[in-house]
């Protein structure tokens, strides 16, 4: 699956880079179009490749499959750096460091187009076959993301790690409950604040939440 320069500015895009990202938004275009048309089911990749004008071929080198351009990219990955930074460094809370991963992360996805996600979510939600493999896909996300986090606590020997073996799944769970406000209200209003400053936010929500004091 192809994959724009991350962290870029599209103005800033040479000719290649904007000539690929223009034709990857013209087959995602093409396929939600024909899914609202058809249903899912009734949607071929022959079908999205006469609509989009592209080859077979080119088809298969953006999405992979029929299920890649109706699921989008797969979640982006933390780099080697920012694996660095979450383990090792630990500037702050757990709960809190890795909401700030997941703003640097999202920040190297910069050109999602808001209207086709919305149409994907609203796709996914109704077709049960393209619900369960991006379950399958957000399961394995939070996997590995348990798995970071596990590191982390094996870097600093955590301690009542083994009263509370389940605490890096849920501060996984917490993390991703942080974050479904900012991108809500992202899709509510694309031409705002960008993604990575709605995550910004929400990070110091919840530090006033955390700090408020508590009354009896």
Known sequence: MYFPAAGVPESELGLRERKRLATERTIERAALDLAQEHGYEGVTVEMICESAMVSPRTFFNYFGSKEGVFLGHTPPRPTPEMIDWFVNERPSTTLLDLVELFRRMMSTRNRTDPAAMRERRALIHST?????????????????????????????????????????????????????????????????????????????????????????
């Not at 993301?145 to 996984?172: I, K, M, Y």
């Not at 705002?192 to 400053?197: L, R, S």
């Open 128 to 216: 049960p076959d393209l619900a369960v493999r991006e379950f399958a896909r957000m399961a394995e996300a939070e996997t590995e993301l348990t798995a970071l986090l596990q590191r982390r606590r094996d870097a600093v020997g955590t301690e009542g790690s083994d009263v509370f073996p389940d605490e890096p799944r849920v501060v996984v769970l917490l993390a991703f409950a942080i974050m479904h406000p900012a991108m809500h209200r992202w899709l509510e209003d694309p031409d705002g604040a960008p993604q990575e400053e709605l995550i910004a936010d929400s990070l110091q929500m919840i530090r006033r939440i955390i700090d408020e004091p508590t009354h009896s």
